[in-house]
């Protein structure tokens, strides 16, 4: 499957964006999903996970009560609205899919990668 995500961009702190990613293929309702996210010179690092009916949602003590993820199998499209954002909320978002929807916090757990989308916010 190859994943598209947008929707990143310069927000304020306490503002609020929503990244999206597209999965192509008849496949993707088979596929765990999971946002993850990269500041310069840090470890990528787990934000949210989504099983694959969407029934079970994971999420970083960091984000936890601020973000949420969802998905829409008929759209083949898995969404993460994020508010109440702060300056240490900064860095490149991955979302990515899972075939074994197991560990779903790990990111060598997840087969494929969408390509990033920048989220910058300022204080």
């Known amino acids: 499957v190859q994943l598209q995500a947008s929707g990143g961009g310069l927000v304020q702190a306490g503002g609020s964006l929503r990244l999206s990613c597209v999965g192509s293929g008849r496949t993707f309702s088979r596929y765990s999903m999971g946002w993850f996210r990269q500041a310069p010179g840090k470890d990528r690092e787990f934000v949210a996970a989504i099983s694959w009916r969407g029934g079970v949602t994971y999420y970083s003590d960091s984000v936890k009560g601020r973000f949420a993820i969802s998905r829409d199998n008929a759209k083949n499209t898995v969404a993460l609205q994020m508010n109440s954002l702060e300056p240490e909320d900064t860095a490149v978002y991955y979302c990515?899919?899972?075939?074994?929807?197991?560990?779903?916090?790990?990111?060598?757990?997840?087969?494929?990668w969408g390509q990033g989308t920048q989220v910058t916010v300022s204080s």
């Open positions: 990515a899919a899972s075939v074994s929807g197991s560990s779903l916090r790990i990111p060598d757990e997840y087969d494929y």
